[in-house]
């Protein structure tokens, strides 16, 4: 090969490797320009330092907001939020990663439902999330879901959404594919609400004092183990005991449906005229719960608790000092527990809640209701009969039907008329 040719040969292998280092450092910077975070998520945020979340819709907002270290609900007047909730959706944001990132223009962001909330689109969701002054330390746009194989049936192992697209709200227009649908996002405040609430339990005794004489009654009972009476019965009145106990344990795992302001008016909810219960607890504990009237399936309920749990215990006459230790030890847990419950119950008080009406109808249940099922009297026809022998077997009347009569026999010829 002449001088010439390697020459050439030499500056088109140089030419081609200073292309093939261009094109690499171009693709790394161009990975680079449509990465996530320097952390390599979706977010990057001081998970501590949010003390709001703002999740809006077209037409509809909801707000978390964080006040003195507890998370409330804004749209409920402030109620406290189900902590474990709002912490879990912060933590899944703040965790969040891509597995695709996805390739598309400003023009097309509608098409993936990756517009900000406005009137009369479809739009997707922002999750807003602020700091201390109501500033912006994140925000998210949840466009639509990802559905996996869905021209095929849920049976074949398709038409079901496996992720979802995002956008951060950065200036960047980064759109992304994640695994998680966000299908806990939801626009209903009382969806976001701490449903811990009343549980009554070893229940001593119930009365109901309603709007009428027949709603007016009083179930009491000696201990936790013995049957329920009527305090007040009446003559052929009898309780019964399965119902009676049924009442009493309506609220064992009291729930509600949604909260109302504190400043409701009483003379829609009912409550300035309301039935009551009152409750009282061998732990010492008396709830009083005022009933309104019904509104759809829920009734507004005020809650009021008092107590003093014993302070002391009484030991048993046959104690024995082996056992005084450990009995005195399970009494003072349970002291603690208890005063803790009132503490934790008393805070519910002053506001209506909603209560389903399947759970209240137990509680204002009339006086017959209660009263245990009266057998029949036997009738005048089952009545046992007078004492005596029993008659013996009839004989049947025979067949009905035509009778046929017998022919007479024929006579014998006499010796007279007889031939010589």
């Known amino acids: 090969m002449k001088g010439k040719q390697l020459t050439l040969v030499l500056v088109l292998l140089v030419v081609l490797g200073g292309l093939a280092l261009f094109l690499r450092q171009r693709k790394s910077a161009t990975w680079s320009d449509t990465a996530t975070t320097s952390s390599g998520k979706v977010l990057d945020f001081p998970l501590n330092d949010v003390s709001q ?5 077209t037409g509809t907002e909801l707000n978390l907001v964080k006040k003195d270290d507890v998370w409330k609900v804004k749209e409920r007047a402030d109620y406290p939020a189900d902590f474990a909730k709002v912490s ?27 517009t900000e909330p406005a009137a009369g689109a479809s739009n997707g969701t922002l999750l807003d999330l602020k700091g201390a002054g109501d500033k912006r330390i994140a925000a998210l746009l949840l466009g639509k879901k990802y559905t996996r194989n869905q021209d095929q049936p849920a049976a074949e192992g398709g038409g079901f959404a496996v992720g979802r697209y995002v956008m951060g709200q950065d200036g960047s227009n980064r759109v992304y594919l994640v695994s998680d649908t966000f299908d806990e996002i939801q626009m209903k405040p009382e969806q976001w609400l701490s449903h811990d609430f009343i549980k009554i339990e070893n229940v001593r005794s119930i009365a109901l004092t309603g709007t009428t004489p027949a709603l007016n009654w009083k179930l009491v009972r000696d201990a936790a183990t013995s049957p329920w009476k009527l305090a007040d019965a009446k003559p052929g009145e009898e309780l019964d005991n399965a119902k009676a106990s049924a009442v009493a344990s309506m609220f064992s795992y009291g729930s509600f449906a ?3 302001t504190p400043d409701a008016p009483v003379t829609e909810t009912g409550l300035d005229k309301p ?42 006459a046959d104690e024995k000092p082996e056992d005084k230790a450990k009995l005195d030890q399970e009494f003072q847990a349970k002291q603690k527990q208890l005063t803790d419950k009132l503490a934790n119950e008393q805070k519910l008080q002053a506001r209506p809640y909603l209560v389903a009406k399947s759970t209240i109808d137990q509680m204002l ?7 245990a099922e009266k057998k029949p009297s036997p009738s005048p026809a ?22 046929s009569i017998p022919s007479p026999p024929k006579a014998s010829p006499s010796p007279a008329s007889s031939p010589k």
Not at 53 to 57: A, G, L, Q, S, Y
Not at 98 to 114: E, F, N, T, W, Y
Not at 365 to 371: N, T
């Open 53 to 57: 979340i703002t999740i809006k819709e």
């Open 88 to 114: 879990a959706l912060l933590r899944k944001l703040w965790e969040l990663k891509p597995v695709q990132d996805v390739k598309i223009g400003p023009s097309q962001l509608a098409r993936l439902q990756l």
């Open 258 to 260: 949604d909260v109302l």
């Open 275 to 316: 039935s009551t219960v009152h409750l009282e607890t061998f732990d010492n504990f008396v709830y009083e719960l005022k009933i309104g009237k019904l509104t759809g399936e829920n009734y507004p309920v005020l809650v009021s608790v008092t107590g003093e749990p014993p302070k002391e215990r009484t030991p048993a």
């Open 365 to 371: 249940k009339d006086r017959a209701s209660l009263m």
């Open 382 to 403: 089952s009545a046992a009969s007078p004492a005596g022998p029993k008659p013996g077997p009839q004989l049947k009347p025979p067949a009905a039907g035509p009778r």
